[in-house]
């Protein structure tokens, strides 16, 4: 929960692989838990055809639906309000950091005020982002706006101290040497299943304090509240449930583990060069570029290359929190970047049974994505009633689930397997369970 455990894709791509592209093109993502895939494709959109792309988003978790919400409005922000380097560094901070620097911690008041604004007012949502749609029930959408009002209050909220309980249950007799653990997991899983651009002292930090990526220059202190889990109202307060998330394998692979420039791959004597941490910067600066001006990045190589522990000489990382800070907010918000024949709809995942009901979704859908964790609403009926001619079944692979082994992946392939061949019409591409990130098919062929 809160990152995805398989690298970004861009889905015109896959689908321009399959075949050519349809002049207008929708998307169903089930359990995506972050929205890697949707900045990718949006990114990349000016390498292909022009065409109309529809995202149809679901998920079971609301909580995740509020961080894609948080993270697209980030990703989408123009240039003119706030530059790319910050851009970049405020979505690392918010998408894989228990703690945040104070400015950062204003910026998510800010967001998140807006962000009640946007699902309570739908005029207010068409004028900042006319291409957002939010199709949720209305307890789901009071739930959200809980969650919101939750990240712009001053209800007590030590991530810190949340984040460490679960690692104690998690590791049990071995907390007291952790750090063993951790290289274990780093060396022996992580690494052998091509995790290797994440360094030895990123992970070990990550995995003690819930902080992934680190800066020289910057100094955390405040809870992410944005990685709260199951917010109750009480009264004018709230209850919640802390923090709930991934914690093995952390929020490098979605971005982190390749680019299209080699220099960021390189490693010697079985260092590497850059960081996990640099390879996302450098990728997410890309996306964020390309998606605003629809050309080539051009990357000017400024990090923290081969500064090696220094770079995680932090603090002793305490939570520092004397309340809510609202001097940055915008009541107005900013209006996003323009994206033209572009469009992104949340739709409660209930509506996935109905869509059998509905002869507008019959034939409907290009491209139909799948959480690993979402299997379990794999209905072989619904997906090729659903699906168009040619179209293509992405599911996702349990690879960087660290604590799986080759039986647990083996039994997930079997899962998989059972799961599309109840479909009459399809082929499918290779697939190894232990090197692929996705199983693929082609449906109605």
Same mark, same amino acid.
């Given at each position: 929960?809160?990152?995805?455990?398989?690298?970004?894709?861009?889905?015109?791509?896959?689908?321009?692989? &399959?075949?050519?592209?349809?002049?207008?093109?929708?998307?169903?993502?089930?359990?995506?838990?972050?929205?890697?895939?949707?900045?990718?494709?949006?990114?990349?959109?000016?390498?292909?055809?022009?065409?109309?792309?529809?995202?149809?988003?679901?998920?079971?978790?609301? /909580?995740?639906?509020?961080?894609?919400?948080?993270?697209?409005?980030?990703?989408?922000?123009?240039?003119?309000?706030?530059?790319?380097?910050?851009?970049?560094?405020?979505?690392? /901070?918010?998408?894989?950091?228990?703690?945040?620097?104070?400015?950062?911690?204003?910026?998510?008041?800010?967001?998140?005020?807006?962000?009640?604004?946007?699902?309570?007012?739908?005029?207010?949502?068409?004028?900042?982002?006319?291409?957002?749609?939010?199709?949720?029930?209305?307890?789901?959408?009071?739930?959200?706006?809980?969650?919101?009002?939750?990240?712009?209050?001053?209800?007590? !909220?030590?991530?810190? @101290?949340?984040?460490?309980?679960?690692?104690?249950?998690?590791?049990?007799?071995?907390?007291?040497?952790?750090?063993?653990?951790?290289?274990?997991?780093?060396?022996?899983?992580?690494?052998?299943?091509?995790?290797?651009?994440?360094?030895?002292? /990123?992970?070990?930090?990550?995995?003690?304090?819930?902080?992934?990526?680190?800066?020289?220059?910057?100094?955390?202190?405040?809870? +992410?509240?944005? !990685?709260?889990?199951?917010?109750?109202?009480?009264?004018? @307060?709230?209850?919640?449930?802390?923090?709930?998330?991934?914690?093995?394998?952390?929020?490098?692979?979605?971005?982190?583990?390749?680019?299209?420039?080699?220099?960021?791959?390189?490693?010697? &004597?079985?260092? &590497?060069?850059?960081?996990?941490?640099?390879?996302?910067?450098?990728?997410?600066?890309?996306?964020?570029?390309?998606?605003?001006?629809?050309?080539?990045?051009?990357? @000017?190589?400024?990090?923290?290359? +081969?500064?090696?522990?220094?770079?995680?000489?932090?603090?002793?990382?305490?939570?520092?929190?004397?309340?809510?800070?609202?001097?940055?907010? +915008?009541?107005?918000?900013?209006?996003?970047?323009?994206?033209?024949?572009?469009?992104?709809?949340?739709?409660?995942?209930?509506?996935?049974?109905?869509?059998?009901?509905?002869?507008?979704?019959?034939?409907?859908?290009?491209?139909?994505?799948?959480?690993?964790?979402?299997?379990?609403?794999?209905?072989?009926?619904?997906?090729?009633?659903?699906?168009?001619?040619?179209?293509?079944?992405?599911?996702?692979?349990?690879?960087?689930?660290? &604590?799986?082994?080759?039986?647990?992946?083996?039994?997930?392939?079997?899962?998989?397997?059972?799961?599309?061949?109840?479909?009459?019409? !399809?082929?499918? !591409?290779?697939?190894?369970?232990?090197?692929?990130?996705?199983?693929?098919?082609?449906?109605?062929?």
């Amino acid at each position: 929960m809160f990152w995805g455990l398989t690298p970004a894709l861009d889905l015109q791509e896959e689908l321009r692989i &399959n075949g050519k592209c349809p002049k207008e093109i929708n998307i169903l993502i089930i359990g995506g838990q972050d929205c890697r895939h949707v900045i990718k494709t949006l990114a990349f959109r000016y390498r292909h055809e022009t065409v109309t792309i529809n995202f149809y988003i679901m998920e079971a978790v609301l /909580e995740t639906i509020s961080k894609q919400l948080l993270l697209l409005c980030i990703a989408l922000e123009p240039e003119e309000d706030i530059s790319l380097i910050l851009k970049t560094r405020y979505f690392m /901070e918010l998408y894989g950091n228990t703690l945040i620097r104070p400015i950062v911690a204003k910026y998510l008041t800010a967001k998140a005020i807006n962000l009640i604004d946007m699902i309570t007012d739908f005029k207010h949502l068409a004028k900042l982002m006319p291409f957002l749609e939010i199709d949720l029930k209305f307890k789901e959408r009071d739930y959200l706006e809980n969650v919101f009002k939750f990240w712009c209050s001053s209800d007590e !909220f030590d991530v810190r @101290t949340s984040w460490d309980t679960r690692l104690r249950k998690h590791l049990g007799v071995r907390y007291d040497s952790k750090m063993g653990a951790f290289d274990w997991d780093l060396n022996m899983r992580f690494h052998n299943v091509g995790g290797k651009q994440v360094c030895n002292q /990123e992970y070990k930090h990550f995995r003690s304090t819930g902080i992934a990526f680190t800066w020289l220059e910057s100094e955390v202190s405040k809870s +992410n509240r944005s !990685f709260v889990c199951g917010v109750i109202p009480n009264g004018e @307060t709230f209850v919640h449930y802390g923090y709930l998330g991934e914690m093995q394998t952390g929020p490098y692979v979605a971005y982190g583990l390749s680019c299209e420039d080699p220099n960021f791959l390189k490693s010697t &004597n079985g260092l &590497n060069s850059h960081r996990c941490t640099d390879v996302t910067e450098r990728n997410l600066r890309q996306y964020f570029y390309e998606i605003h001006n629809n050309k080539e990045y051009g990357h @000017t190589n400024v990090n923290d290359l +081969n500064l090696g522990s220094a770079t995680f000489l932090l603090s002793e990382n305490k939570v520092v929190d004397y309340g809510s800070v609202v001097d940055l907010t +915008n009541r107005n918000g900013h209006k996003s970047i323009n994206l033209d024949n572009v469009k992104i709809k949340f739709i409660t995942l209930s509506k996935l049974q109905s869509m059998k009901y509905k002869s507008e979704f019959h034939n409907f859908f290009h491209v139909i994505y799948f959480g690993s964790a979402y299997l379990k609403y794999f209905d072989a009926k619904i997906v090729e009633l659903i699906s168009a001619p040619n179209s293509l079944l992405l599911i996702e692979n349990q690879i960087f689930v660290l &604590n799986f082994r080759d039986q647990q992946l083996e039994e997930h392939e079997k899962n998989v397997n059972e799961k599309v061949e109840a479909i009459t019409n !399809f082929s499918a !591409f290779p697939f190894d369970v232990k090197k692929d990130h996705y199983a693929k098919y082609v449906l109605k062929v």
